[in-house]
Every structure is written in C-alpha cells, then in structure tokens.
T-cell receptor, first 114, second 108 residues
C-alpha cells in the first residue's frame, strides 16, 4: 500500500491554465506538507497543514492555494500557471508538527508549463 | 549563503569504497535529517538525529551539535547506492530546510 500518494504523476499544461495536484496519506498522520523542487533539484517548503489547519505558508504567490478537506488529504491548486511554475512538487506527511518527526514523501508530480 | 551547506556536490566512487558526505548548518535546529532521492525521483528518509550517531545497515549518520556539522557515511558502497543524498534541518519553524544535495555515483 502506498503511504503517501500524489496524482497526477506528470502534468503538462499551457500558461494561464488552472490545475490541481492531489495528495493523500494513509498513515494516520496529522501534518502534511507541500514542497517544490526546482530545476537545480533544490527543495523548498511551500505549505504545511496540521489537522486541516494551515500552520506554515512560505512566500509563495497567492496563485497557489492549498486545500485540506480532511487530515488525510492536502491538495494544491494553482491558478494562472506561469513558466516558472515548472518544477517537481512533493507532498509529505508526518505524525505531528513537532520538530523531530520523520517525514514521508510522495512520489512527486512533475509539472511542465509550456 | 544557504542555511544548510553540503559537500561535495558530486561524488564518484568505485564499488566497495567508504563514502562520506558532509553537512554544515548555520541555524539552531531540533533535528537533522538525511534523505535519499532515487534516480527515479522518489525521496526516502534515511535518518533523523538530534545527537550522537545512528546506524542502519551500511549507512551511518553522525552529528556534532557544537560544531553544527553532520556526516553521512556509506561503508562498502554499491552501485545501487547511487542517488542524491540530501541533508535537511528542522527547527522551531517546524518545516524542513534543505541542503542542495550530493549526487553520488558508485561505479561497478
């Protein structure tokens, strides 16, 4: 069974479109995260949710909006896609939002904006 | 300057060699994480440590809190160890702050 799953795995779209990436974890974890990995493979936090509530919102454009319908799901919606949004987006989860919790990563969603 | 620095950026080794990857950080942390990113892109957590040393199979991770430094060692390296190894730290802000990764290639 996949612990943290993301869909879709690949996403190719045109500039200006709106798209969503879905994330689900079956680990019973309380906290979920979205990370962005750029073309140089550098990872950076975007958002973190704990029990459906936003606890971290790094400086990302407000075109990115996370939505957590329940604590097992954290979806990422992106409006008006731009070329610079092309990246790999990873979802992750941990038991709680404490500082010493192992994070479990999804397989990543490769987004290409043309 | 990044808060988390890794060295080397790239490392090529022969099968069987002992490998060391270093990580230095400049902020207060509650834990340091070593992650492995496979050639296919998936990320796996290898270790999380806040003091001392941890061992799992051929992998050993150490941390020196006073010197703000950690090392990841691989003994008897194998081509299947080829991957990107990423150091990350977690602090009071809860999220992970990542180093830029070390691309390891182990040749048969």
């Amino acid at each position: 069974d996949t612990a943290v799953s993301q869909t879709p795995k690949y996403l190719v779209t045109q500039m200006g479109n709106d798209k969503s990436i879905k994330c689900e974890q079956n680990l019973g974890h309380d906290t979920m995260y979205w990370y962005k990995q750029d073309s140089k493979k550098f990872l950076k936090i975007m958002f973190s949710y704990n029990n459906k509530e936003l606890i971290i919102n790094e400086t990302v454009p407000n075109r990115f909006s996370p939505k957590s319908p329940d604590k097992a799901h954290l979806n990422l919606h992106i409006n008006s896609l731009e070329l610079g949004d092309s990246a790999v987006y990873f979802c992750a989860s941990s038991q709680d939002s404490g500082n010493q919790e192992t994070q479990y990563f999804g397989p990543g969603t490769r987004l290409l904006v043309l | 300057k990044n808060e988390v620095e890794q060295s080397p950026q790239n490392l090529t080794a022969q099968e069987g060699e002992f490998i060391t990857i270093n990580c230095s950080y400049s902020v207060g942390i509650s834990a340091l994480h070593w992650l492995q990113q496979h050639p296919g892109g998936g990320i796996v957590s290898l270790f999380m440590l806040s003091s001392g040393k941890k061992k799992h199979g051929r992998l050993i991770a150490t941390i020196n809190i006073q010197e703000k430094h950690s090392s990841l060692h691989i003994t008897a390296s194998h081509p299947r160890d080829s991957a990107v190894y990423i150091c990350a730290v977690s602090g009071s802000a809860r999220q992970l702050t990542f180093g830029s990764g070390t691309q390891l290639t182990v040749l048969p």
